[in-house]
Every structure is written in C-alpha cells, then in structure tokens.
Nanobody
C-alpha cells in the first residue's frame, strides 16, 4: 500500500509563492500519473494539476494555469507543485494522489497540507 505525504503548506500573503512536495512511504508511488487537488472550506475537492511519470506531460485547471507548475523528480520519487502569484481564493487543503493507469480514478490520497493566502 502506497501512502503519500504532502508538505510545504503555510500562510502567505497574496502575490506570494509556496512550493508543495509529495513523497511516498511504503512501495514506490510510480504509476501512470500524479495529481494535485484542493478542497476549500464548504466546497468539493477540485482538480489542480497532473503530471505523467513517463514523458512529464502536464495538465492544469484553468484557475491555476500560468501561475502553478507541477513537476516530478524521478530519483527522489517526489512530485512538486510550485505556486506563484497566489490569490486568497487559492486557500484550501492541498492533496496529492496517484493515478495507476490512464483513465483510472486517482487514489492513495495523502493527508493534505493547508495553504492559506491572506489578502
């Protein structure tokens, strides 16, 4: 069983930056793709970004395109989310998850890391 662990969250002013990391304990988390999601208070969890392990193909939600960058470091079995030009509406708990094969649901959710952006 793969367990994912997110880190790097915190409190930042609007316009600032944070970098989130997602590592794995247990078996390797390498799969088809890794994704970042977020859930704001009172809202449903939403997709943020995805990267495939093979080829590094990326895909972003429109709300973060041009501001966030997802990347992976194969040797460290780690995925990152660089978040720039943060806005108060980016405030949420951020989760990483694993997609075993193309088209499958994401799973192996981490515990999340809180990101709070003050205005």
């Amino acid at each position: 069983q793969v367990q994912l662990v997110e880190s790097g969250g915190g409190l930042v002013q609007a316009g600032g930056s944070l970098r989130l990391s997602c590592g794995a304990s247990g078996r390797t988390m390498r799969a088809y793709a890794m994704g970042w999601f977020r859930q704001a208070p009172g809202k449903e969890r939403e997709f943020v970004a995805r990267i495939t392990w093979s080829g590094g193909s990326t895909y972003y939600a429109d709300s973060v395109k041009g501001r966030f960058t997802i990347s992976s470091e194969y040797a460290k079995n780690t995925v990152y989310l660089q978040m720039n030009s943060l806005k108060p509406e980016d405030t949420a708990v951020y989760y990483c998850a694993r997609q075993g094969v193309a088209g499958a649901d994401f799973g192996s959710w981490g515990q999340g890391t809180q990101v709070t952006v003050s205005s």
